[in-house]
């Protein structure tokens, strides 16, 4: 394929590294002895505490391994071990806990270079954890460690170096790199790596100067791209790890690990899981381009297709299509990325999804002019800064992408952060007296990246968005702006934490999906729009229930495990339909990670078996979260908007199906009926069934009508410890 | 008259698989379809007739998310 652009042209920024290394100080340089995994482990972890400046291991016993398995598991035990119940985000005592899991770093089989992270949410107050990918974890993995914790505050802005080949740990002020993540990773990669070809053993996370101040905050892990000779980004997004992470006063994370060679988890039988990677790897090469386009257009396939099913969140989820959706056309996405380049941001990842859009010329901010490779837009970026917002325009939402990443804001908040704001706007709950100025109409994609700088400044009305839409609701109706109940209606976040992007008001298994959530509202852990409302195969609440149960608990096992969600369903093989209704957990698939697990670790497991460790850890942290006083019935009840229309343009806009819905399953005629009697019929509906749903779910998960895991669960689980048991037997009755 | 997904949906005479992923706006590639419980292979959908009162499955995969 012909490149009609030359993709290597971009803005460097390694010119002063040399002299901002040179004004580092040293605070502490702590000995290790380097080690690589053994059936996947290393069976150690790595503790820093910034405060004290205290370098620890610990060992990661078998019990740690039996429970809580890895990845996420690791993270939700140390996090539970560090904080108290009355422990606050910014409290030194806070931990950040980077864990790859157990068959991360295989480079055998597709998505496994993922790390999770968790942490205590600044923006929901329970624990968070983020699926992300990049280097940092696997070479930390393979420095020695399963887990890294970072607890305490440092003084001044600090490196924390990880240095596999040096035997060394350091602990540096870095008084003088600009933190924004595009410029950072480049830096600290240069500064750390001996030598040009070594740059591809350097992992660096980093949050920019929007962490600084919004509770949307995350963090970006690099890779060094080496077609590109650029360093790329992903984002650990959700839940406001970056604010955490820059109170702390780290400016980066860096590991520098050993050479990659094959087999670096000391797999036990290392065929069995090259064989199951090439039986996919084959699929993605034979059928990728006739199903989701993964390798040329990355998830940003989703874009038409969401828009087709009116489930696209349009103008903060109150419609589900747009007349402009062909100007953000995966067709528009797939000209600008580069095509023909491996874009895995792990080694053998076949799926190569991690697409850039190179030669972007920044428009705005303190990199106008600028020539920058941006990573993305994904859907979740491509509707939440486009779509919802009413933007429309390729080249603002790349604009708004380049920054949300760089200043370490998560894309998926800030646009529905934005669309929440834009909707205030449109309603008259705010004005341009109190927005600063900034026409927050529809469609303005430069007040969209305005609040961005603002937020990157500490000021302005940005830095009111950043705290999220919970604080906007609250924040307005203090003010006297707005009536609370009705932005309660239209704010897309369920305890405290923002929606993703999708329409979930016809899908009631969806609303739970989103709702019934242990971190807040998230699509990883069930999507289920296209079972429920489109396949009509879920109908009755028993069902959805069982939907609800199998898989938000499958999902979890990616986290567990260091491996990416989507190789196991955008991509299927090619007799995946014999499998009818099943189809959609792809069998096959499922039977290939048994195959991995059991060639890594050496323990054959079945699916069941696959279940039963997510579930441990599932409730663990539904657990958690009671008790940091966040938990019960209560907390799983989403906005309205989710559910239905909160308006009459939403009703209208959708009369027919309202209308018909009125008449054949409420039992009741339409006929001469206001939109607002028909708009109360339907409230009155639909927050019934959510009820109901909730019923089936909880009992299906073995909680209590309250959502409260019963002794009998945390018994089966074996987590039934006396610290949790003591949690939990308050709300037992 | 034929359910599609078990919604009801008109029938006429000459109607393929195609033409109802068409009416209904089924555009996502990754489908499973079955007309009375018989799987339909891909690449034949423009020529796979639907009888009356057929029962038509389109599983969609779950992608997404």
């Known amino acids: 394929m012909t490149i009609a652009y030359d993709y290597k042209t971009r803005t460097s920024y390694t010119d002063g590294a040399a002299a901002q290394k040179a004004a580092h100080k040293v605070l502490l ?16 972890t790595l503790h820093i505490d910034l405060s004290t400046l205290t370098v620890t291991e610990k060992a990661v016993t078998q019990q740690m391994k039996d429970i809580f398995v890895g990845g996420r598991g690791f993270g939700l035990w140390y996090l539970w071990q560090a904080i108290k119940p009355t422990t ?116 660096v996370v980093s949050a920019g100067k929007g962490a600084d101040h919004a509770r949307i905050g995350c963090l970006n892990f690099s890779w060094f791209d080496p077609k590109r000779g650029a360093v790329r980004l992903k984002q650990a997004g959700r839940g406001g790890i970056g604010l955490v992470f820059r109170d702390k006063k780290i400016k980066a994370l860096v590991v520098h690990g050993p050479k990659l060679k094959a087999n670096m988890n000391n797999a036990v039988n290392f065929e069995r899981t090259s064989k199951v990677g090439r039986k996919l790897a084959k699929e993605i090469h034979d059928f990728d381009d006739q199903q989701c386009k993964m390798r040329s257009i990355g ?115 800030f646009g529905t952060c934005c669309a929440f704001a834009m909707e205030c706007f449109q309603r008259g709950i705010l004005n341009l007296e109190r927005t600063d100025g900034l026409d927050l109409t529809w469609g303005n994609g430069a007040s969209h990246v305005e609040l961005l700088h603002q937020m990157a400044r500490g000021e302005g009305f940005g830095l009111l968005v950043g705290q999220g839409v919970k604080y906007m609701q609250e924040h307005f109706a203090g003010k006297g702006w707005g009536d609370l109940q009705f932005m309660r209606d239209i704010g897309m976040q369920v305890k405290g934490m923002e929606y993703s992007q999708y329409q979930s008001k016809e899908s009631l298994a969806q609303q739970g999906g989103y709702a019934l959530t242990n971190k807040g509202p998230q699509h990883d852990e069930a999507w289920l729009i296209f079972m429920d409302m489109v396949n009509n195969q879920i109908p009755t609440f028993e069902d959805k229930a069982e939907a609800l149960h199998y898989f938000p608990l499958f999902r979890t096992w990616f986290g567990l495990m260091g491996l990416c969600k989507l190789p196991w369903n955008d991509i299927e093989p090619a007799d995946n339909a014999k499998h009818g209704k099943d189809a959609a957990k792809v069998p096959e698939h499922v039977q290939n990670y048994l195959e991995l697990y059991a060639g890594i670790t050496g323990k054959e497991m079945t699916n069941e078996e696959l279940i039963l460790q997510s579930e441990a850890v599932y409730n663990f942290q539904r657990v958690f979260n009671l008790r940091m006083g966040m938990g019960g019935r209560k907390s799983d009840w989403p906005p309205y908007r989710s559910m239905g229309p909160v308006t009459k343009e939403e009703y209208e806009s959708r009369a027919e199906r309202y209308d018909k819905q009125l008449k054949e399953l409420i039992g009741v005629d339409p006929e001469g009926k206001s939109t607002e ?57 | 008259m034929i359910t599609v997904n078990n919604d009801p949906m008109d029938w006429r005479d000459g109607m393929t698989v195609a033409d109802i992923l068409k009416a209904r706006n089924y555009i996502f590639r990754m489908i499973a379809v079955q007309v009375n419980g018989e799987l339909v292979p891909r690449g034949t959908y423009d020529r796979t007739a639907v009888p009356d009162g057929a029962d038509v499955q389109v599983i969609h995969m779950i992608s997404g998310g």
């Open chain 1, 29 to 44: 340089q702590h000995p290790f002895e380097p080690s690589l995994p053994e059936r996947g482990y290393t069976n150690r």
């Open chain 1, 299 to 413: 998830t940003a396939h989703l874009v038409e297709v969401m828009d087709a099913y009116d489930l696209l969140p349009v103008h903060n989820f109150q419609y589900g299509k747009h007349k402009d959706i062909d100007k953000i056309h995966s067709t528009v996405w797939q000209k600008r990325f580069t095509q023909g380049i491996f874009d895995g941001c792990w080694y053998g990842c076949h799926m190569a999804c991690a697409k850039g859009a190179d030669c972007h010329k920044v428009m705005t901010g303190p990199y106008k002019g600028h020539i920058v490779t941006v990573d993305g837009p994904e859907y979740e970026t491509a509707a939440g800064l486009g779509s919802n917002c009413g933007i429309f325009d390729p080249d603002w939402i790349l604009e708004s992408n380049f920054y949300c990443d760089t200043y370490g804001v998560d894309t998926i908040s």
């Open chain 1, 88 to 203: 606050k985000w910014n409290d030194p005592e806070n931990d950040i806990v980077i864990s790859p899991g157990p068959l991360a770093g295989n480079t055998q089989y597709a998505g496994s270079g993922k790390s999770l992270v968790v942490t205590l949410s600044p923006l929901t107050s329970i624990p968070v954890d983020s699926n992300v990918g990049g280097y940092f974890g696997p070479l930390l993995k393979f420095c020695g460690y399963d887990a890294l914790e970072i607890q305490g505050k440092a003084a001044r802005d600090v490196v924390v170096l990880i240095d596999g080949p040096k035997k060394t740990i350091t602990i540096e002020e870095a008084p003088e790199e600009n933190p924004d993540s595009h410029v950072a990773a480049e830096i600290f990669t240069h500064q750390y790596a001996e030598n040009d070809k070594d740059f591809v053993n350097v992992g």
């Open chain 1, 677 to 733: 009697e028909k708009m109360a019929l339907h409230r009155k509906w639909r927050e019934d069934r959510y009820n109901k749903l909730c019923d089936a779910v909880y009992a299906r998960r073995g909680w209590s009508n309250n959502a409260i895991p019963t002794l009998e669960t945390l018994k089966k689980f074996k987590i039934d410890f006396p610290e949790v048991v003591e949690v939990v037997r308050p709300h037992l009755g």
